[in-house]
């Protein structure tokens, strides 16, 4: 059979229908889609030893030759052993395998296999258990590095390598897209080579080559889609015209005075507004350090200009919390305030969008139905959306088509996720920055605690404590569920469970609420407005209410299993308390026998700066942490997230720069094939490169 890019993995020797079902679940369709499913790790199996020599503490791979017809015995029901006694030059060793009839049939006298596995020792006698062989000189499954490929049940990696290898064997490889000028300068192995050696590597130096080339390649595509973007809005982005007005009317109308830094970046957003270009502009401020009133200034220079502007929030309870806030802080001045979110009736609905329409309503405040196509606006010149993460490239871009035949509407993104400098350039690629790199004064920072799980009553008595003071008090717990990259959380009937554990036999006498991500919208915002208003005294909660909630009466954060969340993750979690005037506390449950892991948790016990601890979050887990999981809105990465190399990081960026300065539109028949990939790359959001 002739193996194309487009043979349906369905065709493969050993695929059939039900395989070709489960490869469709993890994306895999095509021989190029085995091609491009990269191996999550390896396993060296290019050490050989001698049986008398083997080491007992680390698998090896032995050549010897069968003295004997391998043994059958039925141990019992559902325990069947094969053994047979095998030697070389120095030495004999017994081979046992467990429920592996087959070998029986295919071990023969008198040749020569080479074994891999850990040999043990008995009594002076040397065994291997379950060891995995071939016939000697073959070197598919042993004397090689292995390659270890994320898998879903009834796919082995046996399987898994085998396919790619046929795939590799039939010739095939992507075709090459980096420009060679690209590959010349960073001196990048070929693409052929690459992805052989991302599979099958002869040695640590030809994988590493092949990562560097596969990482740089994705970070390239990228960054020039990244900068494509900007370049463009730029370009044709002619924004309305919003002049500054005297500082002091918004001034009045603020409670209390801004800081440093909130005054800087405020300054920065009325220089773009007044510019006459379109802001694509992103303000990132740890959580608490008052972004909200960034976004509220905006708002009111719109506004005063005579035009509309919307905020959109992730979620309607934090919808509702905007709408609040900017009401008190706006209405004063004129400026009329509404909130659209799904729980009002269809007839209200109606109502609230003619009067945005019409113009009588100043600020819609939302979530993304917001930027639907039913909610029509008469002049919207200013869109702010809160916690970036949930907003991606491509609901920027559907944002930017707002406008319709006029003007599109300006645009501020407000992330609390700090990310380090390195990284931010090419996650934020397409947006000028701006840092609230300072707190309102007046904060305490919050006390944070590492405890072992051991002394959970230690922890039970605080939450009592803080409760019996009339605080409220969160427990948050890692679900698979909503996070299922981690291994081994907790499912969400153990989340339950554990909610119902405390409500009956912990705390039958407080308030115990649930909140998690499964519930309907209804529910769940119920759940969270008893929180809210205090009626809820302890609520337990999976990640759902990561996000920008602002309850001041919370002065405690219980994390469960901590050391399953990233750093930056705690960090957000932790955010939720400390924003009232009262000590807060947060407590890092853990269970861990990792010295690293606590390590690591004892980074949020040291500081309060989110910088500080994603540069951290960086140092230990690589950027996989900021691309993975789609949560930037950002394309999927796949190999950026196996390196640590941050060199790579920047040579991908600068590269893509200096070929875009050179070929602004990549119209250069040799530049073709980047603007093809960037394409594919952004193929969510197709209306971006048209
Ligand atoms: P975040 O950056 O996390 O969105 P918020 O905008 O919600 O932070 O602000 C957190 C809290 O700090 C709010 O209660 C807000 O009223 C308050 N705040 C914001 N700026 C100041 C300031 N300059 N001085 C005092 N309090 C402030
Ligand atoms: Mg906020």
Redesign the pocket.
Known sequence: MTVTMDTPVRNLPQVGEVRAGKLAKLGIATAADLLSYYPRNYEDRTRFSTIADAPMDRRVCITATPTEYPHYAYLRKGLEMVSLIAMDDSGTIRLVFFNQVYVKNVLVPGREYVFYGMVEEQSGKRSMTNPVFEAAGKSVVTGRIMPIYPLTAGITNVLMSGWTRQVLEAGLRPPETLPESVRRAHALVSVEQAVQDIHFPSDDQALARARRRLTFEELFYLSAGLRLLKDRRNRVGKGREIPETPWEQFRALLP????GA?RRVMGEVAADLSSGRLMNRLVQ?????????VAAYAAWLAIRAGHQAAIMAPTEILAEQHAR?LRELLEPAGIRVELLTGALTAAEKRRRRKALEEGETDLAVGTHALISESVRFRDLALIVA?EQHRFGVAQRSALAAKGGEQTPPHALV?S?TPIPRTLALIVYGDLDVSV?DEM???RTPVDTFVIRDDKRERMYGFVRKQTQEGHQVYIVCPAVEENPEEEGGMDLKAVKAYAEKLRTEVFPDLAVGLVHGKMRPKEKDAAMAAFVSGETQVLVSTTVVEV?V?V?NATLMIIEDADRFGLSQLHQLR?RVG?GKFPSFCVLMTATQSRNAMVRLRTLADTNDGFRISEEDLKVRGPGEFFGSRQHGMPEMKLADLTGDMRVLQEAQMAAGELLDGDPDLVRPENRPVLERVRQLFADSPDIFS
Do not use: I, N
């Open positions: 209390f005075e801004p800081t909130q401020g740890d959580v608490g350090s008052g972004k909200t009133l806030l809160d407000m609390a609230v309102p004064p007046g920008g602002d001041p955010g924003r």
